[in-house]
């Protein structure tokens, strides 16, 4: 059974900064990759960041030269580092890893960024 954790989000004003944490233990297996997702109230969840198993990283438009994703494989453990955050980034951010034929999503965690 896999476990994932998440951590980090919270309140934070407009031009702040957080940093999320994704943790994966168990029969995680060889991980194909990991990364983040999020969704605001009616909408649906979208991709933010991705690390793939070689390294290799892909962004949505929306966060590019703003958001950077990094892992510790010794941990599985992943990082989102969010910079210049805008109210628009408000939403739930979700973990999401792929092990093989496996898929699993984390509970979430909630950004919101205000004044």
């Known amino acids: 059974q896999v476990r994932i954790v998440e951590s980090g989000g919270g309140l934070v004003q407009p031009g702040g900064s957080l940093r999320l944490s994704c943790a994966a233990s168990?029969?995680?297996?060889?991980?194909?990759?990991m990364g983040w997702y999020r969704q605001a109230p009616g909408n649906q969840r979208d991709l933010v960041a991705v690390i793939i198993a070689g390294g290799s990283t892909n962004y949505a438009d929306s966060v590019k030269g703003r958001f950077t994703i990094s892992r510790d494989n010794a941990k599985n453990t992943v990082y989102l580092q969010m910079n210049s955050l805008k109210p628009e980034d408000t939403a739930v951010y979700f973990c999401?890893?792929?092990?093989?034929?496996?898929?699993?999503w984390g509970p979430g965690t909630q950004v919101t960024v205000s004044s």
């Open positions: 999401r890893l792929v092990s093989g034929a496996a898929r699993y």
């Open positions: 168990g029969s995680v297996g060889s991980i194909n990759f």
